[in-house]
């Protein structure tokens, strides 16, 4: 009877979830999911591609596939601002059901500079959004007889389409300040980047079943994460922290990366690369603890996170929630940072 109930209980939060949008656990690592303002920020050119499976001991796995480009149209000026532009894309599969999301974005910013160290920038997200369903045969709440469930009672569920698309638009603005440059370096200087955004501005609607009134939540998100040195030693530490809101969902995420520098690199020469490992630990809030695994050389950066479940789902998960995937090509400006900001 108990798992009966469980089971139950999953698939309908299985399917309620699927209002929310899609993350990443290395949210450093999906800048367009945080927030359009990020586009250029980190350097000249940065290409990401991640991977995520989520909830394989429930049921059928979640997985999602992302990407992003950005880069800076015009290069970086203490004296003035530069545009910079990207595109992202995800593809989420979800459940017994099936049921996708596909998402191509594009995305605009411009960052101005408040004094040397400092900029305040201002990004726009554009794209189209597709959603489907592989498949109507679910079970529903209707068709549970009090022990176990009937298909063959009827769901009283009318499918208008099993596939349907809509156009989506955000907007956010993003604070940064660096005193880790070359030119400017000291011991005690570190970086700090903080931004809000908003997404889903025009409430697109997002229902399957006729009749049905499931328009869009604007989701409203921001954050804050810095990177400093720990003294004159070589160790670095990149603390973060997230808050998003959708609807009647939160989310708070907090952590920080502890990273150690092997090599920190030659901005003469050119022969001696940046190598630098991290390990991160973080807690979404009420859902996770994630650990976090970053690996840096020149550069290519190699991220892994894997999810440990706490929330009311561990009796199904068995605390197993998701593990991810992260390859980042991030080419900066011709100037060298003791603490990147991974």
């Known amino acids: 009877m108990k798992r009966i109930v469980l089971f139950f209980v999953v698939i309908v939060w299985s399917f309620i979830s699927t209002a929310q949008d899609v993350h ?20 000249k050119i940065q290409g990401i591609v991640n991977y995520r499976s989520q909830w394989n001991s429930v049921a059928a796995p979640f997985t999602t596939l992302g990407a992003s480009f950005d880069m800076r149209f015009e290069p970086f000026r203490r004296d003035g601002g530069y545009l910079a532009g990207g595109i992202n894309f995800f593809h989420d599969v979800a459940g017994d059901l099936n ?22 920038g201002l990004g726009m997200q554009a794209g189209y959004a597709q959603r489907g369903l592989g498949s109507s045969d679910g079970l529903w709440e209707s068709q549970y007889n009090g022990s176990t469930f009937d298909q063959a009672i009827a769901s009283g ?19 940064n300040y660096n005193s880790l440059s070359n030119n400017s370096f000291n011991s005690g200087g570190f970086r ?55 609807g009647g969902h939160r989310e708070i995420y907090a952590g920080s990366y502890f990273q150690y520098t092997i090599n920190g690199g030659s901005q003469r020469t050119g022969f001696k690369q940046n190598f630098s490992i991290a390990y991160g630990a973080y807690y979404r ?6 650990n976090k695994l ?36 991030n080419l900066t400006e011709m100037r060298t940072t003791r603490a990147r900001i991974n």
Request: proline content about 3%.
């Open 285 to 290: 809030l009420g859902d996770a603890f994630v």
């Open 294 to 329: 970053l690996v840096n050389f020149a550069e290519y950066s190699i991220g892994m996170a894997y999810d440990l479940n706490v929330s009311s789902l561990t009796q199904a998960s068995r605390g197993r929630g998701g593990i991810e995937f992260m390859l980042r090509y």
């Open 24 to 43: 990443f656990s290395q949210m450093r690592f999906s800048p367009f999911t945080v927030n359009p303002g990020l586009a250029g920020l980190e350097g």
């Open 99 to 120: 049921m996708t999301t596909s998402n191509v974005n594009l995305n605009l910013a411009y960052h101005l500079p408040i004094n040397s160290e400092s900029t305040i």
């Open 192 to 246: 700090l980047s903080a931004g809000l955004s908003v997404f889903h501005i025009n409430r697109p609607s997002y229902s399957f079943i006729t009749g049905g009134e499931d328009d869009l939540h604007m989701r409203y998100s921001g954050f804050v994460r810095g990177a400093f040195n720990l003294g004159d030693s070589k160790w670095q530490m990149l603390p973060g922290a997230y808050y998003q809101q959708q």
């Open 157 to 175: 569920e009318s499918f208008q389409s099993m596939n349907f698309g809509h156009i989506d638009a955000a907007a956010g603005v993003v604070y």
